[in-house]
């Protein structure tokens, strides 16, 4: 069965430090691959997305996310958090151009 | 006005009870999911629906049913809540094929007591 993993559940930074959180997936055929952000009371939003191509994917607010295909890893990274970047941030994969499927989820926390 | 847009946004109500959770979007899309929230158990994918005629269980249907009135509605069931149905409930809608993505509505509280 597909599967999305992140391993960080729960990650504090103070502002400027770098952030890198992982994800990886279960073998499945063509993948498609999200990150989303969900700032506190809100509903989920697209970060970025890779489809194909570049395997560096730039996204919003700084965001950016490398496609390693050989480690089935879609990891998201940002050089400098600031304290605004608090939220929860889900990789999801769509398997096939069928449904999502969405990791646990990493709650940021950002220290100002 | 959100793309996909839920009601009601928050809801508590007694166990046993009978309660429907509704999905309107705007997108255009085909394909509409409910999932649940739940701490540390990130997105569970209780149905979806790649058109009006199409109906699939996700991982945890169990205790909820959903109806496809229509291409832009899709509406979530509970036929008698219980506490550990006390969740986060997201409905979202996506197209299909490569450039995708899935957009979410702002969500429904409910809380079985």
Known sequence: ?112 | DADVTQTPRNRITKTGKRIMLECSQTKGHDRMYWYRQDPGLGLRLIYYSFDVKDINKGEISDGYSVSRQAQAKFSLSLESAIPNQTALYFCATSGQGINTEAFFGQGTRLTVV
């Not at chain 1, 890198?20 to 989303?36: A, D, I, K, P, R």
């Not at chain 1, 295909?69 to 940002?78: A, D, E, H, I, Q």
């Open chain 1, 1 to 112: 069965a597909q599967s999305v993993s992140q391993h960080n559940h729960h990650v504090i930074l103070s502002e400027a430090a770098s952030l890198e959180l992982g994800c990886n997936y279960s073998y499945g055929g063509t993948v498609n691959l999200f990150w989303y952000v969900q700032y506190p009371g809100q509903h989920l939003q697209l970060l970025l997305k890779y489809f194909s191509g570049d395997p560096l994917v730039k996204g919003i607010k700084g965001f950016e996310a490398e496609f390693i295909k050989s480690k089935f890893s879609f990891n998201l990274r940002k050089p400098s958090v600031q304290w605004s970047d608090t939220a929860e941030y889900f990789c999801a994969v769509e398997y096939n151009f069928n449904k999502f499927y969405f990791g646990s989820g990493t709650k940021l926390n950002v220290k100002p």
